[in-house]
């Protein structure tokens, strides 16, 4: 099973319009990270957030942390054409220390003009 | 700003032969990741090195194995291919004593005919 569940898996948004992406572990999470792929290309780190309540932006896109520290959620506001792409979260799921991440199974984002 | 390295970019192998991939970490970064994302799929965590040692071990198997060498670069060799290792190898690196936050490597394509 996925340890980590991204919704939706698949979105497809108007040009300018905002939009929300969610990850959700079953455990708490030391670290969460936001990346964005490109169909087939590498990883482009956006964000990571560690602690509960943490919130970062970065451009248009911000990233939130729960107080709980099991969930994130990644905002786009007014999308661009340039904001398609595939959206993966990953997780620290370890105590502390450099960590393996296990990853969402990504969200693919469309944005129509 | 430098980021990290993979080559070869794109692979082609028959079954049964050999691979090596390299991965040049972030200067000064002390520690290596190693992740595999099949088609369609997240990417799959297989091995991490922090200072040269294992640090870490996933779902690697027995036919491949790892190390990272005193510059810190590392080398992934796949023996005895089989078709199911076709797919997009990721490296990534991080500064334990910094932020932790994993930069991922552009991948190296692995086809395996």
């Known amino acids: 099973s996925q340890e980590l569940e991204q919704s939706p898996q698949s979105l497809i948004v108007q040009e300018g319009k905002n939009l929300t992406i969610n990850c959700t572990s079953s455990?708490?999470?030391?670290?969460l990270y936001w990346y964005k792929q490109k169909y087939g290309e590498g990883l482009i780190f956006l964000m990571m957030?560690?602690?509960?309540?943490e919130e970062k932006s970065h451009e248009k896109i911000t990233a939130k942390l729960d107080e709980k520290k099991q969930q994130s959620s990644l905002h786009i506001t007014a999308s661009q054409p340039s904001h398609a792409g595939i959206y993966l979260c990953?997780?620290?799921?370890?105590?502390?220390?450099?960590?393996?991440?296990?990853f969402g199974q990504g969200t693919r984002l469309t944005i129509n003009p | 700003a430098a980021g990290v390295i993979q080559s070869p970019r794109h692979l082609i192998k028959e079954k049964r032969e050999t691979a090596t991939l390299k991965c040049y970490p972030i200067?000064?970064?002390?520690?290596v990741y190693w992740y595999q994302q099949g088609p369609g799929q997240d990417p799959q965590f297989l091995i991490s090195?922090?200072?040269?040692?294992?640090?870490d071990k996933g779902s690697i198997p027995d036919r491949f194995s790892a190390q990272q060498f005193s510059d810190y670069h590392s080398e992934l060799n796949m023996s005895s291919l089989e078709l199911g290792d076709s797919a997009l190898y990721f490296c990534?690196?991080?500064?334990?004593?910094?932020?932790?936050?994993?930069?991922f490597g552009p991948g190296t394509r692995l086809t395996v005919l």
């Open positions: 455990k708490t999470l030391y670290g």
């Open positions: 090195f922090y200072e040269k040692m294992q640090s």
């Open positions: 957030l560690q602690k509960g309540g």
């Open positions: 990534a690196s991080s500064l334990v004593a910094g932020s932790n936050e994993q930069f």
């Open positions: 200067p000064r970064h002390d520690t």
């Open positions: 990953g997780a620290d799921i370890g105590i502390q220390g450099a960590q393996k991440l296990v």
